[in-house]
């Protein structure tokens, strides 16, 4: 019997997403769905949720209240921000010493994100919203049989479908018809969903109601740490603090030119380091990795909140640093650290702090010092490495994932061996203790990134590592297409022709998947490897029901 998986998250997609069905079948037919209308909304739900109607009305119309309320006050958000783009592209490349090109490409990242943004707080009100109510388990079946619905993102070769609130709207008008599927676990528990329903939509409300200070101010940081980057043009895992820290610099600068004194304090303020004070000398802020490396690469993304809130402390002090730095040098020190840093040939960790050191006389690397409670990278490794080894004994999960973390970030290396068997121990931690899809997401975002290398041997150490990580948790499915492509480049890779066995026993294509099984035994004769385990399995079956 098939095992039913439904993976039940929320998340806030900024990517614009088409609207569902413009051009498809109405699935809402299909799948006997009936229909309603509140106000400016139409509701297509199954007959079971007939009764629960009143319930969803009444938290339809609450929110609906509380966004026009907050209308009242507030524009909505980016619109400023899209009267002020030349101007605030023109700043920022300024500051950063860019030129034309980089112009071009500031603009064109620019409208990408005001066509991801402008819709977001406006999911349950607008001109016309289309809302369709369902159980979790029909969805699952209309998936399972081809088809395809609003929000949810199904994964045939692991029976899995990723639920995403995601807003958007086919015009750059955050008021035109948006569509959300809402599924439910059962109609018992319809009225705890909805309110975390609402729960949700009013934590977006309030994350981007408060037009310019939250969306337009972080549009302002994303465009000018891309310039940063941009300019950079370094590879360097270790020098997040730089291109986080200054792109607040600049975010502040352009507020106070463009916004108002009171819209730039607020900003800045909201990166004040006081109340982290405490997390001072753990931070590591030198071995802070870049998003490319790090396994949680934004706020509010690891389910331990620990992780989170020494995330949070990082983008405060990186700020703290960089800040003083424009303070006591001026903006234009951003400048002069770039222009001489980008055309070094080595540019590593420590040329970096050199440059700043030759730029402004301070050197960071014995400031930076006191952001740490060891003296050298492998010092700082032994000690959390000592921690993990505490924690097994304690049987203490959660220090274990954050001293492998950590020691992670302490590597030599980021695609070391010791590096990638410490992120598919994280991954694998994570999934034995119960985040499934999360743990899987880590694991294969890294191999995506490790994958668009030119270099060969790098694309197949990505897959590799997917690989490893799929049979470790026993679930080899997880990493059929990463296996599939290194066995078509390399027949006798024992663990991805595993993986293929596996796949071709499990669509019962048994003389294929038992030679495979009779080549592996032969390759490994040890009886207690996972791979010869497996191939012994299949051997011993005719045919997978």
Not at 524 to 531: G, N, R, T, V
């Amino acid at each position: 019997m098939k095992k039913e998986i439904f993976v039940f998250c929320w998340c806030m997609c900024l990517n614009s997403i088409p609207l569902w069905g413009a051009d498809d079948p109405p699935f809402y037919e299909k799948m006997g769905l009936k229909k309603t209308t509140i106000e400016s909304a139409i509701i297509y739900y199954e007959a079971c949720f007939e009764e629960k109607l009143p319930v969803f009305i009444k938290e339809y119309k609450n929110h609906k209240k509380t966004i026009a309320e907050s209308r009242a006050q507030k524009q909505i958000p980016m619109y400023k921000m899209v009267s002020l783009k030349n101007a605030i592209i023109d700043d920022i490349n300024n500051i950063v010493g860019g030129n034309d090109d980089l112009t071009a490409f500031l603009k064109k990242k620019f409208d990408g994100l005001i066509k991801a943004f402008p819709s977001i707080p406006n999911t349950f009100v607008g001109k016309e919203k289309v809302f369709y109510l369902v159980l979790q388990s029909t969805s699952k079946d209309y998936l399972r049989a081809g088809g395809i619905l609003p929000n949810l993102f199904y994964d045939k070769e692991t029976d899995t479908a990723e639920y995403k609130l995601g807003f958007s709207s086919e015009s750059n008008n955050p008021l035109e018809q948006s569509e959300n599927l809402l599924p439910f676990s059962s109609v018992e528990k319809f009225e705890v969903e909805i309110h975390e329903i609402q729960r949700i939509f009013s934590m977006l409300l309030e994350a981007t109601s408060e037009a310019p200070v939250h969306l337009e101010y972080i549009g302002i940081h994303e465009i000018a740490e891309l310039a940063i980057v941009r300019q950079m043009r370094s590879g360097d895992p270790y020098k997040r603090w730089f291109t986080d820290g200054f792109a607040n610099t600049i975010t502040h600068n352009v507020l106070l030119r463009h916004y108002s004194q009171e819209g730039a304090d607020t900003f800045i303020a909201s990166y004040s380091a006081e109340p982290y004070k405490e997390l001072e000398n753990q931070l590591n802020l030198k071995y802070w990795m870049s998003a490319q490396f790090a396994l949680f690469s934004f706020m509010g993304k690891c389910p331990l909140e620990k992780e989170n809130r020494f995330n949070f402390a990082r983008y405060c002090f990186a700020t703290q640093e960089a800040k003083r730095l424009a303070d006591v040098y001026g903006i234009e020190i951003i400048k002069k650290i770039i222009v001489q840093y980008k055309d070094l040939e080595d540019k590593n960790t420590d040329s970096l702090y050199s440059v700043i050191q030759k730029v402004t006389g301070e050197d960071l690397r014995k400031r930076f010092e006191k952001y740490q409670n060891f003296q050298t990278r492998k010092e700082g490794y032994v000690h959390y490495k000592k921690q993990y080894e505490q924690a097994i004994q304690e049987k203490n999960i959660k220090v274990m994932i954050f001293s492998m973390l950590r020691m992670l970030e302490l590597c030599e290396q980021p695609f070391s061996r010791n590096s990638l068997n410490l992120r598919k121990n994280i991954a694998t931690l994570f999934y034995l203790t119960g985040q499934k899809e999360l743990a899987n997401q880590f694991i294969t975002e890294f191999a995506d990134f490790m994958m668009l290398s030119s270099d060969p041997q790098n694309r197949f150490v990505g897959r590799h590592l997917v690989v490893l990580y799929a049979l470790g948790i026993h679930k080899p499915e997880v990493a059929y297409n990463y296996a599939r492509q290194t066995f078509e480049e390399n027949p006798n890779e024992i663990h991805a022709m595993a993986i293929v066995m596996h796949q071709l026993s499990k669509e019962n294509n048994m003389q294929k998947a038992q030679e495979l099984a009779h080549k592996i035994c032969k390759m490994e004769p040890d009886d207690k490897h996972s791979c010869h385990q497996m191939a012994k399995q299949v051997l011993s079956k005719t045919e997978i029901k």
